[in-house]
């Protein structure tokens, strides 16, 4: 029996690159989800930003299910959480900059959540948390961060590579190294083990 294809409904290239270098065969194949209009709407409504991160997963996941037919399609989201407040990824460095300022010195919490669709429903999620707390920056080390890694600033929701000079920011970091960043892998092999993706 030949096992189902898989399907990344997600442009993150780092998502893309944990499902390469654990093995896994797939395409990429993104949806496009108007996320601000999800997360007000949920947040009117009281979710928690795990709530909107599995949310958003799920929607990404089983809308492009419904474009592969027989497909294990897998969606992904995170969300920032600082004491209440929601972080998105930066729009440019003058916002990334703003916001590594506003975390510094504070513990802030990511939540990851992963999904896959087949078919147009979802059949199995997985969501999970870590806890980071960022060291007091200097201004001179934000510079030079800046300087020397402008590239991360965009490319996630907290404005930091854990995987690069990311890691520099942090006193102490609580969670599972994949959830945060972006997808939580070990799981999520588990899933595809058990639907004949990958040996058992």
Same mark, same amino acid.
């Given at each position: 029996m030949n096992a189902p294809p898989v &399907?990344? /409904?997600? /442009?993150? /290239?780092?998502? #893309?690159?944990?499902? =390469?270098? #654990?093995? &896994? /065969?797939? =395409?990429v194949d993104a949806t496009h989800v108007d996320e601000d209009a999800v997360k007000q709407a949920m947040r009117g409504d009281g979710a928690s930003a795990a709530d909107v991160a599995q949310a958003l997963a799920e929607l990404k996941a089983v809308r492009k299910s419904l474009q592969h037919p027989g497909a294990l399609v897998i969606g992904a989201d995170q969300m920032l959480d600082c004491d209440g407040e929601w972080f998105d990824k930066p729009a440019g460095a003058s916002s990334a900059r703003t916001q590594l300022e506003a975390l510094s010195g504070r513990t802030h919490t990511l939540h990851s959540a992963v999904c896959v669709a087949r078919e147009g429903a979802m059949i199995w999620h997985y969501r999970d948390r870590a806890d980071l707390t960022m060291r007091v920056l200097s201004e001179d080390f934000l510079s030079r961060y800046f300087a020397e890694d402008e590239a991360a600033l965009t490319g996630s929701v907290g404005g930091y590579r854990l995987e690069g000079k990311g890691a520099q920011l942090f006193n102490e970091i609580r969670g599972d190294y994949f959830s945060i960043l972006g997808l939580p892998l070990l799981p999520l092999l588990a899933f595809l083990r058990e639907h004949g993706v990958l040996v058992a």
């Open positions: &399907v990344l /409904a997600s /442009a993150s /290239a780092g998502r #893309a690159a944990i499902l =390469t270098n #654990a093995g &896994v /065969a797939f =395409t």
